[in-house]
């Protein structure tokens, strides 16, 4: 008996192991095996597949996958007063691969709880707990696969103006999660600039900052 096959893991998941073995949107891929690593909070597996090359022959080929579920991030913007609201945190992977002190300057988000879960839904809770801001419409930027090379996940991003009456709760991050976040507030030119100096090196955050300055609401700033 195998956690997260016959038995559900700690998320209550079972069948993990046939994730992938009903695929047939590309005829150029036939899955062959799905061997689950392991699953613990995120699921790892190693797949089997024949893959047919623009030539016509045929290859056995084998990837590993990581699956942490999809995610949602959110820019908090007033254009009015040209500023963004991010959050800065500890984020230890980053820490162990060359970042001085691990801490992310970011636009806040986070994971799907369920597979199922609207993007936009788990970002409004996200926001809520992170920066402390109930926000009113979204508007959705774009969706991305952020490391298709061997991460399963897609993010969602969106957008939304904030100011005093959108601040509703505290903020911080959850406890029991062990998340202790600050809330930076930033004036929109100095948070591209920060992309420069590379005191904001998250890619997400990046993006949107982008988005904002090419097609968002900063647009006429450039």
Do not use: C
Request: no cysteine; glycine share 10%.
């Amino acid at each position: 008996m195998t956690a997260g096959i016959d038995t559900p893991d700690r998320r209550g998941r079972t069948g993990l192991d046939r994730v992938g073995r009903d695929l047939t949107g590309n005829p150029r891929v036939k899955v062959r095996e799905v061997t689950l690593l392991s699953s613990h909070w995120y699921v790892e597996r190693t797949t089997t597949f024949d893959f047919q090359h623009a030539d016509g022959t045929w290859s056995t080929q084998e990837r590993e996958t990581h699956d942490r579920g999809n995610g949602a991030t959110l820019l908090l913007y007033d254009a009015e007063r040209e500023t963004v609201l991010l959050t800065r945190q500890f984020r230890y992977p980053v820490y162990t691969n060359g970042h001085p002190d691990g801490m992310l300057v970011e636009t806040p988000g986070g994971l799907l709880d369920e597979d199922d879960e609207h993007p936009e839904v788990a970002v409004r809770r996200e926001v809520i707990e992170e920066t402390g801001h109930t926000v009113g419409a979204v508007q959705h930027v774009f969706d991305v696969y952020m490391s298709p090379g061997s991460v399963t996940e897609r993010v969602s991003f969106y957008a939304a103006t904030y100011g005093p009456s959108t601040r509703t709760h505290e903020g911080g991050g959850l406890d029991e999660e062990g998340e202790d976040i600050e809330i930076v507030e930033l004036p929109f030119r100095t948070a591209l600039a920060m992309i420069r100096s590379g005191e904001i090196a998250d890619a997400k955050t990046i993006m949107l900052l982008q988005w904002a300055a090419l097609e968002g609401p900063f647009k006429a700033l450039r």
